[in-house]
């Protein structure tokens, strides 16, 4: 069982903004250090978001991090064709264990 | 750049064992820890494994402990992690990662592991 939860799904028209919550079920889980990764089938996952709110050199700027509490959120701003993906969020645990969100997808209308 | 690739993936019976390969590139191997990490089909990612740049130390995901055990040959620039007792819920495709701090900052294509009779 995960401890970080997500949404299954959400979607947007282009131009449209989505967010996707990453919500931590477990006080063992650092939140100070999460990251996003985007996937799409059959590629290899790309971080684009890292430490909460840092983006990565050549990550669009419409593609943003932020916490509150016990939830870290991504937000896509101007929603393109090539956003449609899944996005995952990743926490750092301690040492050197790492736990993962249960996974999004985002959908393009 | 960095290169990540695995390969060892394949169909095999409940049961049986296979041995997965992560060739590394492009940054200095031996100064990372390298994870393992694991998607199933229409499931989210899943941690696997990770082991310490000089090989002294190793975790595991409760759902592989006892089962999986990974290793490294800093000399080859490679990582592995042995799969035995595998079981249908371990089909996934598997991908080895590596960050320099508290994310992954590169991933392998990731190989596919099928456990079906």
């Known amino acids: 069982q995960s401890a970080l939860t997500q949404p299954r799904s959400v979607s947007g028209s282009p131009g449209q903004s989505v967010t996707i919550s990453c919500t931590r079920t477990?006080?063992?889980?650092?939140?100070?250090?999460v990251s996003w990764y985007q996937h799409h089938p059959g590629k290899a996952p790309k971080v684009i978001i890292y430490?909460?709110?840092k983006r990565p050199s050549g990550v669009p700027d419409r593609f943003s991090g932020s916490k509150s509490g016990n939830t870290a959120s991504l937000t896509i701003s101007g929603l393109q064709a090539e956003d449609e993906a899944d996005y995952h969020c990743c926490s750092y645990v301690g040492g050197y264990l790492f736990v993962f969100g249960t996974g999004t997808k985002v959908t393009v209308l | 750049q960095v290169q990540l690739v695995e390969s060892g993936g394949g169909v095999v019976q409940p049961g049986k064992s296979l041995r997965l390969s992560c060739a590394a590139s492009g940054f200095i191997f031996k100064n990372y820890p390298i994870h393992w990490i694991r998607q199933a089909p229409g499931k989210g990612l899943e941690w696997v494994s990770v082991i310490s740049p000089d090989g002294s130390n190793e975790y595991y995901s409760d759902s592989v402990k006892g089962r999986f055990t990974i290793s490294r040959d800093n000399s080859k620039n490679t990582a592995f992690l042995q799969m035995n007792s595998l079981r249908p819920e371990d089909t996934a495709v598997f991908y080895c990662a590596y960050g320099p701090a508290y994310y992954y900052d590169s991933w392998g294509q990731g190989t596919r592991v099928t456990v079906s009779s």
């Open positions: 430490d909460v709110t």
């Open positions: 477990s006080n063992d889980v650092n939140y100070n250090y």
